[in-house]
């Protein structure tokens, strides 16, 4: 009966709005005619709003991690000498395609229940004249980990010097949900894709850059083709896209925007903080432990820890097929260890008691002590109190 009513719960791809559907079925149009072009405009000025720039943001048909390859190639010469901070399994990314590239990659591991102290990234700076870019994830999604992008951007003001180093950021997973004001914090570049916060279908992703980067596209010897910014820069002068682009995705888009618009970021902002702190809120009285702290939590993900008597995949298949609600599971060594909880994008608090329910359902019928009730109590009980 309920065969087409899913409970998705995962960090991405997120729910779609039934409106921004709808204008994803619009008829396909001529990508290079007069109506598309506008709307092409459009969409990328409004997406200046969203990173909070007055830098440049080029759209791409791929996946976040085609937005990702898209800075690394245009940023990063071959033999040149870039530091990755690796506090999750997007971390790591950001190194294997530096190294694809012929970087000389330096990894940074931390703690992968917390974020990247910037006091370590200006000590690693200051020893290291010769790093040009530094890659850091703004949402380590695999963790629940949020890092402190403004802190380690601020971080490279060594004795009063700026170091010369880029920070680019993938806030794949935060961007729309939680603060990366990129102008104001002095981020040189950020990429997200289509599917988390944003509310549309996978497909597209974003890079912008600020002054600093674009200046660097020039002088970046990578070869390059499809994920040429400076194509990308140069087509979207006029409107339009160097390569065919998802066209009915693009309609998505405007929709999209239009709906976070409609919001107010800050007030999307302050909904998905609602929905972290009902969440947390209810894990902890359903006796789980979290696995990160406070500091570093996450307002798009939270990763939930397995207990003794609690395996996680079995308990995650029970979930889904029993109660219909989905949840992911652990990414990289964290496999079977945790389960994430996405609380992005098209979602409220409604959908978090519903999460909250399913799992106390689940926990119930894996055999593990829990008082049904709890976690969803504790959860209306945030909700009641924010202001």
Known sequence: MQSEQQHLRIPGPTPVPPRVMRAATRPVVNHRGAGFRELYKQVTAQLKGVFQT????????????????????????????????????FGERWGQIARAYGAEVIEWHYDWRQGAEPEELARRLAADPDIVAVFATHNESSTGVMNDIEGLSRARELSGQRHRALLIVDSVSALGGAPLPMDAWGVDAVVTGSQKCLMVPPGLSFVALGQAALDRLERVTTGRYYLDLRAYRKAAAAGESPYTPAVTLVFALEEALAMLAEEGLENSFARHRLMRDMVRAGIRALGLPLWTGERWASPTVTAVEGAPGLEVEPFRKLVRERFGVELAGGQGEMKGRVFRIGHMGYAGPFDMIAALAAIEQGLAASGFPVKLGAGIAAAQEVWAQWK
């Open 54 to 89: 007055q830098g440049e943001v080029m759209l791409i048909t791929g996946s976040g991690t085609a937005a990702m390859e898209a800075a690394v190639v245009n940023l990063v010469s071959p033999g040149e000498k870039v530091l990755v901070l690796v506090g999750g399994k």
